[in-house]
């Protein structure tokens, strides 16, 4: 009897401890602070920001309604930060997320701190954690400059009145969500003579491993960084994104960097596309004409990088079609 008892108390020391670590999760996670700050809305700084929100980071391919009349489905004209993107239960996520509303119709009672937060650390105004569909842990390797022209930039922003819901996480995502925000872990931005490293620079700031990593229980497989197959569930089937690894056969490697600018400057926000037969099947959620209006020496430094990895061999199959029954 005595074992017995001593067994029965360390199980209710085990679960007490249990209930106060899941309570510490819940009430005082995430702990990242806001940081007092003043970002001066200079035309340098809306004028950097507009370009790393609209080409490079892509904040508005989610932050606005997306026209998926054209391929890739460029920003609608007037919808500007207005939020709206879904990433839903049905595309395998473990709830349902929405990109907010960043214009100052939303964002005007935010301090630039909590805004900086948000973006480089993935915490909200009210302290709640920020599903990581937004990449801010890649957004917290930008430059604090760069970030600052960010937030000049949507404070610019026509203002929206626009709603958007609140994100929904699932049991237990939503206590796993406030262990994911960290401090950010800020790079300094190399200078563009140095092609190599600002090549790396804005790969990572632009979250490219994001999409191009295979992903297996929410987290990236090892050893497989770019080298394509994360799968995005969408009503006719799943698609996957490609080995942007140097491998010639299954990545792009035999890619010239002629191929590779033109490739991404084919669809440039000018140049629209109509979808192809007016079907999902034949489009890419890839924000194709963001990215084509990047200057072009980003896009050969991008290249550069790239090339610089080492290849991985992986075919991926870009698209599997689902039974229709």
């Not at 595309?91 to 900086?116: C, H, K, Q, R, V």
């Not at 930008?142 to 960010?150: L, Q």
């Not at 590779?260 to 924000?287: C, T, W």
Request: one cysteine or more; glycine letters at 8%.
């Amino acid at each position: 009897m005595k074992a017995l008892k001593i067994i029965f108390i360390g199980l209710g020391i085990i679960i007490l401890i249990i209930i106060g670590l899941l309570g510490y999760v819940r009430y005082f996670l995430p702990d990242i602070g806001v940081s007092k700050m003043n970002v001066a809305l200079t035309p340098e700084r809306v004028e950097r920001g507009e370009y790393l929100a609209s080409h490079v980071m892509v904040c508005m391919d989610c932050h606005s309604v997306r026209d998926w009349s054209y391929f890739s489905g460029p920003p609608t004209p007037g919808t500007l930060g207005a939020g709206g993107d879904e990433f839903t239960r049905e595309m395998g996520f473990p709830g349902n997320f929405y990109a907010p509303n960043i214009t100052p119709y939303n964002l005007d009672s935010w301090s630039d701190g909590e805004i900086f937060r948000a973006i480089t650390s993935g915490v909200n105004k009210n302290g709640k954690p920020i599903f990581p569909v937004m990449p801010y842990h890649s957004y917290g390797k930008a430059d604090i400059e760069d970030i600052y022209s960010v937030i000049a930039y949507i404070r610019s922003l026509e203002p929206i009145k626009k709603e958007v819901p609140e994100s929904e996480p699932d049991f237990p995502m939503g206590l796993i969500m406030n262990l994911m925000p960290k401090e950010p872990q800020h790079m300094i931005r190399p200078p563009k003579s140095d092609q190599l490293a600002y090549g790396e620079y804005l790969t990572k700031v632009a979250a490219c491993a994001d999409c191009h990593t295979p992903f297996e229980k929410g987290q990236p497989v090892t050893g497989m960084m770019y080298a394509g197959g994360r799968e995005f569930e969408l009503p006719f089937g799943t698609l996957r994104a490609p080995n942007i690894t140097p491998d010639k056969a299954t990545g792009i490697g035999a890619w010239t960097e002629d191929v590779f600018v033109n490739r991404f400057q084919a669809y440039d926000s000018i140049h629209k596309l109509e979808r192809k037969n007016g079907l999902m099947e034949y489009n890419s959620l890839m924000p194709w004409n963001m990215y084509g209006s990047m200057e072009k020496d980003d896009l050969e430094a991008i290249y550069a990088y790239l090339r610089s990895l080492a290849p991985i061999e992986h075919q991926v199959e870009k698209v599997s079609y689902r039974k229709v029954e």
